[in-house]
């Protein structure tokens, strides 16, 4: 029969691509599953050779609109410690994978379910919950990433966690932190000295991604673009940009490296504001690579950008 | 640390003091040998301006670096506000417990009346088929879900329709039994195949492909138990095993006292780059069937063994699904039935309780394509294909009529939120000889709890 034979075909193929793909959270003290890179990538400065991490979306990907496919599955299942931003980011696959990969360590409130957004103060509190408003997050703003200042913050309780899941290698840990915490406040005295530089500037930006860039620079958000997070600008919309910035013109237009350019470029080329795409997070642009050159790269386009219009 | 911050400014008062009247004699010392120009005046006063503020803004950054040492006892006192606003977030958190969401699901059909929808050669259930035509409300959903406790995780969805109520799925659900186990028992939609435990909403055409009708009436759910294992591997691969009591399609009587049905599947899938992913599975369903009616008195009892074949591949550019996606999918069934069948209409009317062994084949695939963030285009077609039976089954509905039932759908859809989606949808049939055309507008939504963004 038939049938039989393609049934032995496929069992031969999975017992090879089985054998082939090894499990390459095998060596590790902690195996990491962030849900998003800047997260990976600060389990790496802390953690250094005792963690192995994966992070599931990359800089060129929206972290809302992510699918619980098999290979996150899988990852989750072999995990020793969750890093998501929470604050309903993941809220749509999420909950599906860690049910799916039941990871008893991961589970909800366990040392290794860490929501970076419960230890730092969250912004953009929506006033109305009520989807006429979009996919409004009710926890308030997500994109706790783009202040440094919280980076430090979630830095310090993350450690905690690390120690309590590999206290073998607390001290290691600790060390790590210490150094990157040291490196991150002579960087951040870098970037503020940049953003005081840009201090009031009038940003207009794609989604509300921002609040906590304009946070820290002391940056006033003058409109978003995408009014209704998760619905599409309406045309309607952009011409009533058009005309409230064509006499009084923002700053500048600023989108992330993953999100749709044609809006703010229509609104560029209608308003003369100049529109930048900055990376986000990491791997947002090619020179964002790791959690320094991710701020260096946002505060030098931003610099650039706002000079080159000066001129 | 106040009187550190008086001295800076003083000096800074100080300095900007010494300095413009340092500037000052030098415009003075300018003025007495030539008369400046009033471009010379323009381009000093720019200077004078320009160093004011860079020793503005230097004074700020020491300033802020007075602020940056202060950061430890600054970040404590914030930690214990975050440690007091938890108790906040959990509050608000408890008010979606449990999660519950809405989904509406209706339809405008429209078709010529000579439609009849058969699939010769196969028992279908009751719902198959595009329903009448004109506005259906088709199906309303009611979903509930939480965490129990700290093992077990339940969902009931409850539908509407056509005047009665249905529990579609209530269910408890080990989350966190570790070492990739999972428990699920109650009444649930079977994982064999793809499309099988999906609820009809998700789905990516208006209605489900032929083999769907035709070998598990739409959709197999069934009060039973599953029990699924995720290796360990770094790909994807996971394997279950299902028991149900087998009182409906394809199944039929409950027999074996209660226990009329298993299932066992494994799925393997995985990641191509950042761009591409895929899931390939292989499924077999076992039924014990006991007088499973058909039209007009027909009945069969026996064994039916099915066996599924699925596979879906996914693209879209670095793996950013929101402006553009391509998604392939497609899933093969076989399935042989030994038994005995009687049918009124049989051409020889004595023979009753006939022995029968069948073997039949459906199989179908599609794709869509999203080319905008709120559009979405989709082709599929579906067959079905049956052995011959011997001459006595003539005039009985199992008579396959020497045609494959087949099904070709084009759909177009768009979704303003990812909350609601109104879609078009064309059905060119040729199930019983006759060529028709359906037309579909159904309209979905959901509100409530935020829905689930499945592989």
Redesign the interface.
């Known amino acids: 029969m038939t049938?039989l034979q393609?049934?032995k075909n496929?069992t031969l193929v999975?017992c090879t691509?089985?054998l082939t793909?090894?499990?390459?959270?095998a060596f590790a003290n902690i195996n990491v599953f962030a849900c998003e890179p800047e997260w990976q990538a600060l389990a790496n400065e802390l953690g250094g050779e005792k963690v192995s991490t994966f992070s599931a979306?990359?800089g060129?990907?929206?972290p809302h609109?992510?699918?619980?496919?098999?290979?996150l599955?899988?990852k989750m299942?072999?995990a020793d410690l969750l890093i998501c931003s929470g604050a309903?980011l993941e809220?749509?696959?999420l909950?599906?994978l860690?049910?799916?990969?039941?990871?008893?360590?991961i589970?909800?409130n366990k040392p290794g379910y860490f929501f970076a957004a419960?230890?730092?103060?969250?912004l953009g509190m929506p006033k109305v919950i009520d989807?006429s408003q979009?996919?409004v997050h009710?926890?308030g703003n997500p994109h706790i990433q783009t202040n440094p200042k919280n980076i430090a913050?979630v830095a310090?309780a993350l450690v905690k966690r690390m120690k309590t899941i590999d206290p073998t290698n607390a001290d290691y840990y600790q060390t790590n932190t210490d150094d990157f915490l040291a490196r991150w406040?002579k960087a951040?005295?870098q970037w503020?000295?940049q953003a005081?530089?840009l201090k009031g500037t009038r940003f207009i930006v794609q989604h509300a991604s921002w609040d906590y860039l304009m946070d820290f620079g002391q940056f006033e958000q003058v409109a978003i673009i995408e009014e209704k997070p998760?619905?599409?600008a309406t045309t309607g919309h952009l011409s009533h940009l058009v005309k409230q910035f064509q006499h009084n013109p923002a700053d500048i237009i600023i989108s992330a490296g993953?999100q749709?350019k044609r809006a703010s470029k229509w609104l560029s080329e209608r308003t003369g504001i100049p529109s930048q795409t900055l990376p986000f997070t990491l791997g947002g642009n090619g020179s964002s690579n790791d959690l320094f050159s991710l701020f260096d790269n946002t505060f030098a386009l931003l610099t650039q950008t706002l000079t080159d219009k000066d001129k | 640390m106040k009187l550190n911050k008086i001295t800076i400014l003083l000096s800074a008062v100080l300095i900007t003091v010494a300095s413009s009247s340092a500037l000052a004699n030098e415009i003075t010392a300018n003025k007495k040998t030539k008369t400046p120009t009033y471009n010379q005046l323009k381009q000093e006063f720019q200077q004078l301006k320009q160093s004011y503020q860079d020793k503005i803004a230097e004074l700020e950054l020491r300033l802020a670096d007075i602020e940056d040492d202060n950061i430890e006892t600054q970040e404590n006192v914030e930690q214990l506000a975050i440690d007091v606003s938890q108790q906040g977030n959990q509050k608000a958190a408890n008010t979606f417990n449990p999660g519950i969401g809405v989904i509406l699901n209706g339809r405008f059909v429209n078709y010529n009346d000579n439609f009849e929808y058969t699939l010769p050669g196969f028992f279908i259930g009751d719902e198959a088929g595009p329903g009448e035509q004109g506005f259906q409300l088709g199906e309303l959903e009611l979903n509930m879900a939480a965490n129990v406790d700290d093992k077990f995780f339940a969902s009931t969805t409850l539908s509407f329709g056509e005047g009665e109520a249905n529990v579609e799925e209530a269910y408890l659900q080990t989350f966190a039994a570790g070492h990739g186990f999972n428990i699920k028992f109650g009444r649930f939609f079977s994982d064999i195949g793809y499309l099988a435990n999906k609820h009809k909403h998700t789905d990516d055409f208006a209605n489900r492909p032929l083999p769907y009708e035709a070998f598990l009436g739409g959709q197999y759910g069934d009060d039973g138990i599953q029990t699924t294992w995720l290796a360990p591997t770094d790909l994807y691969w996971e394997s279950g095993f299902e028991v149900y009591r087998g009182d409906s399609l394809p199944a039929a009587g409950a027999s074996n006292s209660g226990v009329g049905v298993w299932t066992a599947f494994s799925h393997i899938g995985g990641d191509i780059g950042n761009s591409q992913s895929w899931r390939a599975g292989l499924s077999y369903l076992h039924a014990d069937v006991d007088g499973r009616e058909g039209p007009e008195g027909a009945s069969f009892t026996g064994i039916s063994k099915l066996t599924i074949a699925d596979f879906i591949y996914k693209w879209s550019p670095e793996g950013n699904r929101a402006d553009q996606e391509i998604k392939i999918q497609g899933e093969y069934f076989f399935r042989n039935e030994q038994g005995t069948f009687s049918d009124r209409n049989l051409t020889d009317s004595h023979l009753k309780n006939v022995a029968i062994d069948r073997n039949q084949n459906g199989w179908y695939i599609e794709g869509v394509y999203r080319f905008a963030r709120q559009w979405r285009v989709g082709l599929r077609t579906s067959q079905l294909n049956s052995d011959d039976l011997p001459v006595q089954f003539n005039d009985s509905f199992l008579d396959e009529l020497d045609h494959s039932p087949t099904q070709h759908s084009l759909m177009l859809d768009w979704s303003n939120s990812e909350f609601s989606r109104i879609r078009l949808q064309f059905d060119n049939n040729d199930l019983n000889g006759e060529q028709n055309n359906v037309w579909m507008l159904q309209y979905i939504a959901a509100f409530g709890a935020h829905s689930v963004h499945g592989f």
Not at chain 1, 65 to 71: D, L, N
């Open positions: 049938l393609i049934i496929i999975t691509l089985l793909s090894q499990a390459n959270f979306t990359t060129m990907q929206d609109q992510v699918q619980a496919r098999p290979s599955i899988t299942r072999n309903d809220v749509g696959w909950p599906v860690l049910r799916r990969a039941s990871n008893s360590k589970a909800v419960n230890h730092v103060k969250l989807r979009g996919d009710a926890a913050l310090k406040k951040m005295r503020k000295k005081r530089r998760g619905i599409p993953y749709d």
